[in-house]
């Protein structure tokens, strides 16, 4: 059974840094291109970055690109959000999301979410 | 940069009744990215239908998807109890605002 699980999540003051951390478990890793998404509570979704199979190319939205970083350890199986400069308007729940289906060099079908783990940018 | 517009933001059926979900893009997009998610309250979100008209796995086949170039529509035949929730299309990085299907 695919899973993916989130953490790192929490209250943190504007300006400051959080890193995010998601583990999967079910399928191979190493295996699936993967996503980071977010939703402000009662708002709608926010694509953030993606990340290749061996973490070579990545790319990311403009809301974030230059303060945001995705990264992963294959070796760790772990899945990873570094947030620098926060700011309140980054007040969401993050997802981590599986690429189930890739067409061509495009790999934006996300068919496995986690559950979310909640950042709130707050003095 | 591609946006899309779902109509109708809010859509009161009741179960056993037919709904229609639409999604606009700004500009023709590639019929093979195009999504739809359901997603419950406090939920993540669930991938329905890839490709607009695959369904993915598990997915009741009173769901289906059609559309291409800007005009796509998630189609729910026989309306469950378990259906009413908000729906959102996707075309590579970008979603859509969102539907909310609820209980007339």
């Known amino acids: 059974q695919v899973n993916l699980m989130e953490s790192g999540g929490g209250v943190v003051q504007p300006g400051r840094s959080l890193r995010l951390s998601c583990v999967p478990s079910?399928?191979?890793?190493?295996?699936?291109?993967m996503h980071w998404v977010r939703q402000i509570p009662g708002k709608g979704l926010e694509w953030l970055a993606v990340i290749w199979y061996d973490g070579s190319s990545k790319d990311y939205g403009d809301s974030v690109k230059g303060r945001f970083t995705i990264s992963r350890d294959n070796a760790r199986n772990t899945l990873y959000l570094q947030m620098n400069s926060l700011r309140v308007e980054d007040t969401a729940v993050y997802y981590c999301a599986r690429a189930g289906y890739c067409l061509g060099v495009k790999c934006f079908i996300f068919d496995s979410w986690g559950q979310g783990t909640l950042v709130t940018v707050s003095s | 940069e591609i946006v899309l517009t779902q109509s109708p933001g809010t859509l009161s059926l009741s179960p056993g009744e037919r709904a229609t979900l639409s999604c606009r893009a700004s500009q023709s997009v590639d019929r093979n990215y195009l999504a739809w998610y359901q997603q419950n309250p406090g939920q993540a979100p669930r991938l329905l239908i890839y490709?607009?008209?695959n369904r993915a796995t598990g997915i009741p086949d009173r769901f289906s998807g059609s559309g291409s170039g800007t005009d796509f529509t998630l189609t729910i035949s026989r309306l469950e109890p378990e259906d009413f929730a908000v729906y959102y299309c996707q075309h590579l990085g970008t979603f859509g605002q969102g539907t909310k299907l609820e209980i007339k």
């Open positions: 079910g399928f191979t890793f190493s295996s699936h291109v």
């Open positions: 490709g607009a008209s």
